[in-house]
């Protein structure tokens, strides 16, 4: 999966600021054997200006790395909280208290997701799903905090029937003594319906229906293209007419004006043999072109012009979720905090002036052979021309002494020096490109945004190894820099011995 595999999300639009501007969110779960440490998640964040979050509880530890941070914070009261607060009013008070009044407004909380696909994962709490969530709202007024955070309840699109065409969607009407108190709800308190939408499982449980470029944002020709018989409106992919099928849904029950908001949606990068189709190449794919689509404020069929902000879904590939090896592979990044993939956003224009695409970093490959790398150093440092002054004993980078880090460094030096083409950061199969920042200390590298302090180093590749045969620097093939290296390098072992 080598350079395929490679960077970031830009994630999020741009700097803007206004309310109605659409955007791109996160979500972060935490089914990881090796979970990040919040500081660790944030400095990804940071890095990747992803700028808008969903959390799936209230994490504490998470709350406080994001304090101060401007990324706007989207909370959760998961399911097996639900029952006690919808039957409490002082247990919901108590949640805010502690979870939101506690945090806020360091830590930017915008919303308060009041379980998650309530009628399809928990129906025996759904019954009490519209207390929850008044409970809630009521606290947030005690604390004037009302108009500030919002308060919603995610729910699968599976809940809407007859999905297509559009035009004929309505809700499950099983649900509606819960459906239109609770649209009741969100149009007083201006709140948004929330939304998952899986194009992918449309796709997968579509028996041949639905043609894989239309559940991937793909462009198709009018012909190719789905057309609802009633509007005569022609519909390019999945995402766009499962949108309207719930603003029509919710006109079927008289609510026109309550926005919505898709909580989470995107594409697996790997799948068990009967998944074919969950590939790192449709991931990239899906998440490009869906990202692209709401910042270009593209809309859909029923409202042009109006995005709905979506959540990707999500951050980390979550090695501990059961079920398929696709549910264990929907991230953007692993647990190091190396992305799975390059998104393809170059091609977005201005709009894309914060994509970190530029963010791009070539380090000594984890697991290389000693000597190739000393090897691929030695020429770095020699016939690539790349100044390793930095290296030497006293200088920022000679710690850690050893041969992975010092590799990285010439590495990286190189790889910024020849325009960060792919080719530059190869040195015979010891190098891979990253989107993770390898400064550490007072060692800055090449490209580092830690020159004006605004990136934070993130999980550095493990550069303590000493497994080395032979010590850094030990060049090959002498003359050139390297030779003087090699000189500079016995004067000063002479001195530390004297």
Same mark, same amino acid.
């Given at each position: 999966?080598?350079?395929?595999? @490679?960077?970031?999300?830009?994630?999020?639009?741009?700097?803007?600021?206004?309310?109605?501007?659409?955007?791109?969110?996160?979500?972060?779960?935490?089914?990881?054997?090796?979970?990040?440490?919040?500081?660790?998640?944030?400095?990804?964040?940071?890095?990747?200006?992803?700028?808008?979050?969903?959390?799936?509880?209230?994490?504490?530890?998470?709350?406080?790395?994001?304090?101060?941070?401007? +990324?706007?914070?989207?909370?959760?009261?998961?399911?097996?909280?639900?029952?006690?607060?919808?039957?409490?009013?002082?247990?919901? &008070?108590?949640?805010?208290?502690?979870?939101?009044?506690? =945090?806020?407004?360091?830590?930017?909380?915008?919303?308060?997701?009041?379980?998650?696909?309530?009628?399809?994962?928990?129906?025996?709490?759904?019954?009490?799903?519209?207390?929850?969530?008044?409970?809630?709202?009521?606290?947030?007024?005690?604390?004037?905090?009302?108009?500030?955070?919002? @308060?919603?309840?995610?729910?699968?699109?599976?809940? +809407?029937?007859?999905?297509?065409?559009?035009?004929? &969607?309505?809700?499950?009407?099983?649900?509606?003594?819960?459906?239109?108190?609770?649209?009741?709800?969100?149009?007083?308190?201006?709140?948004?319906?929330?939304?998952? +939408?899986?194009?992918?499982?449309?796709?997968?449980?579509?028996?041949?229906?639905?043609?894989?470029?239309?559940?991937?944002?793909?462009?198709?020709?009018? !012909?190719?293209?789905?057309?609802?018989?009633?509007?005569?409106? =022609?519909?390019?992919?999945?995402? /766009?007419?499962?949108?309207?099928?719930?603003?029509?849904?919710?006109?079927?029950?008289?609510?026109?004006?309550?926005?919505?908001?898709?909580?989470?949606?995107?594409?697996?990068?790997?799948?068990?043999?009967?998944?074919?189709?969950?590939?790192?190449?449709?991931?990239?794919?899906?998440?490009?072109?869906?990202?692209?689509?709401?910042?270009?404020?593209?809309?859909?069929?029923?409202?042009?012009?109006?995005?709905?902000?979506?959540?990707?879904?999500?951050?980390?590939?979550? /090695?501990?979720?059961?079920?398929?090896?696709?549910?264990?592979?929907?991230?953007?990044?692993?647990?190091?905090?190396?992305?799975? *993939? +390059?998104?393809?956003?170059?091609?977005?224009?201005?709009?894309?002036?914060?994509?970190?695409?530029?963010?791009? *970093?070539?380090?000594?490959?984890?697991?290389?052979?000693?000597?190739?790398?000393?090897?691929?150093?030695?020429?770095?440092?020699?016939?690539?021309?790349?100044?390793?002054?930095?290296?030497?004993?006293?200088?920022?980078?000679?710690?850690?002494?050893?041969?992975?880090?010092?590799?990285?460094? &010439?590495?990286?030096?190189? *790889?910024?020096?020849?325009?960060?083409?792919?080719?530059?950061? /190869?040195?015979?199969?010891?190098?891979?490109?990253?989107?993770? /920042?390898?400064?550490?200390?007072?060692?800055?590298?090449?490209?580092?945004?830690?020159?004006?302090?605004?990136?934070?180093?993130?999980?550095?590749?493990?550069?303590?190894? !000493?497994?080395?045969?032979?010590?850094?620097?030990?060049? =090959?093939?002498?003359?050139?820099?390297?030779?003087?290296?090699?000189?500079?390098?016995?004067?000063?072992?002479?001195?530390?011995?004297?």
């Amino acid at each position: 999966m080598a350079r395929f595999l @490679v960077l970031v999300l830009l994630l999020v639009v741009s700097q803007a600021t206004a309310d109605e501007d659409p955007y791109i969110g996160v979500n972060i779960g935490t089914d990881l054997s090796i979970m990040p440490h919040p500081t660790q998640v944030v400095a990804l964040l940071k890095a990747q200006q992803i700028r808008h979050v969903r959390l799936y509880d209230a994490d504490r530890g998470m709350l406080i790395a994001l304090a101060n941070t401007d +990324i706007r914070v989207m909370v959760s009261i998961p399911n097996d909280q639900l029952l006690g607060i919808g039957q409490s009013n002082s247990t919901a &008070a108590n949640w805010v208290s502690r979870n939101i009044v506690a =945090h806020y407004p360091a830590t930017n909380i915008t919303a308060i997701c009041v379980g998650s696909e309530v009628f399809t994962t928990i129906p025996n709490a759904a019954p009490v799903l519209v207390n929850a969530m008044k409970y809630i709202y009521s606290a947030l007024v005690a604390s004037n905090l009302d108009n500030q955070i919002k @308060v919603s309840s995610p729910l699968a699109s599976s809940i +809407i029937l007859d999905s297509f065409p559009p035009s004929q &969607a309505f809700f499950n009407r099983s649900w509606n003594p819960v459906m239109v108190p609770m649209l009741n709800f969100l149009q007083s308190s201006g709140s948004p319906l929330m939304l998952n +939408i899986y194009p992918y499982y449309d796709y997968m449980e579509s028996n041949g229906v639905i043609p894989l470029d239309y559940a991937l944002f793909k462009p198709l020709s009018p !012909t190719k293209e789905a057309v609802d018989s009633n509007t005569l409106v =022609h519909y390019s992919n999945v995402f /766009d007419a499962m949108v309207d099928a719930t603003y029509f849904a919710m006109a079927f029950l008289n609510f026109t004006n309550i926005p919505v908001i898709v909580t989470e949606t995107g594409w697996p990068s790997k799948g068990d043999s009967n998944e074919p189709d969950a590939t790192i190449e449709n991931a990239n794919t899906y998440n490009s072109n869906l990202i692209r689509h709401i910042i270009n404020k593209t809309g859909t069929p029923k409202r042009p012009g109006i995005a709905v902000s979506t959540y990707i879904y999500e951050l980390y590939n979550e /090695d501990l979720k059961p079920g398929p090896i696709s549910e264990k592979n929907w991230g953007l990044f692993d647990a190091n905090g190396d992305p799975i *993939y +390059i998104l393809r956003l170059t091609d977005s224009g201005s709009l894309l002036a914060n994509d970190t695409t530029n963010q791009t *970093y070539c380090t000594a490959k984890e697991g290389a052979d000693p000597k190739m790398l000393q090897a691929a150093l030695d020429w770095a440092c020699g016939p690539g021309k790349v100044d390793c002054s930095p290296l030497l004993q006293g200088k920022p980078c000679y710690e850690p002494d050893n041969v992975i880090a010092h590799a990285t460094y &010439a590495f990286d030096t190189y *790889y910024h020096r020849m325009g960060k083409t792919p080719n530059a950061c /190869d040195f015979n199969g010891v190098a891979d490109i990253t989107t993770t /920042d390898p400064s550490h200390g007072s060692c800055i590298f090449p490209g580092s945004l830690g020159r004006n302090g605004t990136m934070v180093n993130i999980t550095a590749p493990s550069m303590n190894s !000493t497994s080395s045969d032979s010590p850094s620097w030990n060049f =090959h093939g002498g003359g050139g820099f390297a030779s003087v290296l090699v000189v500079i390098k016995v004067m000063l072992w002479s001195v530390i011995l004297l």
